[in-house]
């Protein structure tokens, strides 16, 4: 990919998740990985006026190389890529469901079996760090082992994937997933998908349709 297309992918996805209202104001961001680093959405951004020129150039380990300020969370962005070489792209946001659940302090258990394709039988949500900082990071790279998405406790949400497009589509299939369980929660107490019911869901889904199979996540 070109670097402009880079740009203007970055930019594009940034606005999408804010038209889907899973980005509101500056709350949230997207990176993409590059041969030197990544393009990340600026510090303070908003994604009804972004565009190509706006995104930023930094190094994995925070050198800019291009116009402007990164995102206050390129160092959670530069940790994830760092710890997992297949992923090319980190959508970081406080859509509402995921954050509701987040302030809970809950991982989003297998009430669904669509969970299975984060990865694993449930999404992590790792503990409290204040946004910005090497802990963020650390604890959110934990939280991700094994998985595409974790909670970030009375935060938000962080999903990963190969490119821009899967990557959103997981962003948003995680915020739909947390809405539906809040939903159950509200209602009484969802059962939980047994390991096996998860097993047989996974190995399913390794078979199915490539338009439904899910991409277990790299990394
Ligand atoms: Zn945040």
């Not at 951004?45 to 800019?64: F, H, K, Y």
Request: glycine fraction near 10%; charge should be positive.
């Amino acid at each position: 990919m070109k670097r402009s297309e880079a740009r203007a992918a970055v930019a594009a996805a940034y606005r999408g998740l804010g038209r889907r209202g899973l980005i509101v104001g500056s709350a949230g961001n997207v990176s993409l990985r590059t041969r030197k680093g990544m393009l990340i959405t600026p510090s303070g951004g908003d994604p009804d006026r972004a565009g190509s020129a706006d995104m930023v150039s930094v190094t994995l380990d925070g050198v800019v190389t291009s116009d402007g300020t990164p995102s206050s969370e390129w160092a959670m962005h530069a940790a994830i890529y760092h710890a997992k070489p297949a992923v090319g792209c980190v959508v970081h946001t406080h859509a509402d469901a995921c954050t509701a659940l987040a302030a809970l302090n809950q991982d989003l258990p297998a009430f669904h079996y669509m969970i299975a394709s984060f990865g694993g039988n449930g999404v992590r949500c790792a503990p409290y760090a204040t946004f910005g900082t090497s802990r963020l990071a650390h604890d959110a790279v934990e939280a991700l082992a094994g998985r595409s998405a974790c909670l970030l406790a009375n935060h938000g949400m962080i999903v990963h994937g190969r490119g821009v497009e899967d990557t959103v589509a997981r962003a948003v299939l995680l915020e739909t997933l947390c809405r539906q369980y809040l939903l159950a929660l509200s209602a009484g107490a969802p059962r939980i998908l047994t390991s096996q019911e998860m097993a047989d869901a996974h190995e399913r889904f390794k078979t199915y349709g490539p338009r439904q199979r899910p991409t277990h996540p790299p990394g």
